[in-house]
């Protein structure tokens, strides 16, 4: 095979995954403000928030990357108070599953909030590969986006949450009367 067929070959996966990343809710945008509903029912929205830095991560069981970060994001939120820090794991499998998922893996981290989302969410998001992880600021405004997970993506969360967690939130505007 000609080396320039062997260079397309490796640059255009990279190139379409690129894009992919790029496709959705981005740095800078008011996210969509539904989460999805919780195991008892509960409807989840991320204007509830404001005030807080929101981590959104998006999560299957099949996922193995997921089941690296979700204990890494449990961790985190036990580090820091739910006033100033909420994260909340959006499930994507079916619902019996979700259910059984988010019953055990509520006992090992608690303080998490596990939502189901039967498509409508992730599709609002953009989030067509997983994990996807976004963070949203006190004022409720997209900080980063993270696509996939690995060593270096803990340190970034970390780095990251702790800028946003540094920065007060912008007072709301009252109506004028």
């Known amino acids: 095979m000609p080396a320039f067929l062997k260079r397309c070959l490796f640059v255009i996966p990279l190139l379409l995954s690129a894009a992919v990343a790029q496709a959705g809710v981005a740095v800078g945008d008011t996210p969509p ?3 999805g509903k919780t195991r008892a029912g509960d409807v989840i929205h991320v204007g509830d928030m404001h005030g807080k830095v929101v981590v959104i991560a998006f999560w299957a069981s099949w996922c193995k ?3 690296q970060e979700l204990p890494v ?3 985190i939120q036990k580090l820091v108070s739910p006033q100033q820090l909420q994260i909340v794991a959006v499930n994507v499998d079916d619902h019996d599953t979700f259910l059984k998922l988010s019953r055990a893996l509520g006992k090992v981290t608690p303080n998490l909030i596990y939502t189901f989302d039967k498509g409508p969410v992730s599709k609002a998001y953009g989030a067509d590969t997983i994990p996807r992880t976004w963070l949203i600021d006190r004022d409720g405004k997209v900080a980063y986006v993270h ?5 270096d993506t803990l340190h970034d969360l970390a780095d990251e949450i702790n800028g946003l967690l540094a920065k007060p939130a912008q007072p709301v505007a009252s109506p004028s009367s």
């Open 73 to 75: 994001l449990s961790g």
């Open 147 to 151: 696509v996939g997970y690995d060593d």
């Open 65 to 67: 990357y997921c089941q």
């Open 33 to 35: 403000d539904l989460l």
